[in-house]
T-cell receptor, first 111, second 111 residues
């Protein structure tokens, strides 16, 4: 079956540090890929997405590129802020009805 | 103008009780979901409905019964609550392969 593996946390960084959260997937075919972010006490919200190979999703300074050859969708940000502290989820979707989520990576950014 | 709203936000109850969580979406989406998030932030799909029809029913105890009176509503009823049911329950909706829109969650505590 489909699966998503993302970097284990927790991840702790200082403000303005570079962030990478690794995400790889296993799927038959070419799914759409997503990064969701969950701030404390809230539901998940879409951070960025990519629907086909070599697409780059970007939002709020975060980026991720759909790499078919390595089946990866790593999340990066050049300079993190304290407000980026949250749980980040990588996910894939083939069609309506079911998305497969990674286990989530908790990021804490210290001033 | 909340897209996916669920009530209540907090639910504290005793073992053996029956409780319900309600969810409504105003996005016009055809598919709605219930997810369970445990204390380690792992997200697990429980049910998915498409146009009021059940399409995903993961391995969930039959004490959990979803009901979709129309495509904008998906409620979750839980019978004979157990300690292990304590978690945050998220409702979500989507259309085709669009990103999921999540509610803010219902934190259920069973004592």
């Amino acid at each position: 079956g489909d699966s998503v593996t993302q970097m284990e946390g927790p991840v702790t960084l200082s403000e303005e540090a570079f962030l990478t959260i690794n995400c790889t997937y296993t799927a038959t075919g070419y799914p759409s890929l997503f990064w969701y972010v969950q701030y404390p006490g809230e539901g998940l919200q879409l951070l960025l997405k990519a629907t086909k190979a070599d697409d780059k999703g970007s939002n709020k300074g975060f980026e991720a590129t759909y790499r078919k050859e390595t089946t990866s969708f790593h999340l990066e940000k050049g300079s993190v802020q304290v407000s980026d502290s949250a749980v980040y989820f990588c996910a894939l979707t083939f069609n309506a009805g079911k998305s497969t989520f990674g286990d989530g990576t908790t990021l804490t950014v210290k001033p | 103008d909340t897209a996916v709203s669920q009530t209540p936000k907090y639910l504290v109850t005793q073992m053996g009780n029956d409780k319900s969580i309600k969810c409504e979406q105003n996005l016009g989406h055809d598919t709605m979901y219930w997810y369970k998030q445990d204390s380690k932030k792992f997200l697990k799909i429980m049910f998915s409905y498409n146009n009021k029809e059940l399409i995903i029913n993961e391995t969930v105890p039959n004490r959990f019964s979803p009901k979709s009176p129309d495509k904008a509503h998906l409620n979750l009823h839980i019978n004979s609550l157990e300690l292990g049911d304590s978690a945050v329950y998220f409702c979500a909706s989507s259309q085709d392969v669009s990103p999921l829109h999540f509610g803010n969650g219902t934190r259920l505590t069973v004592t």
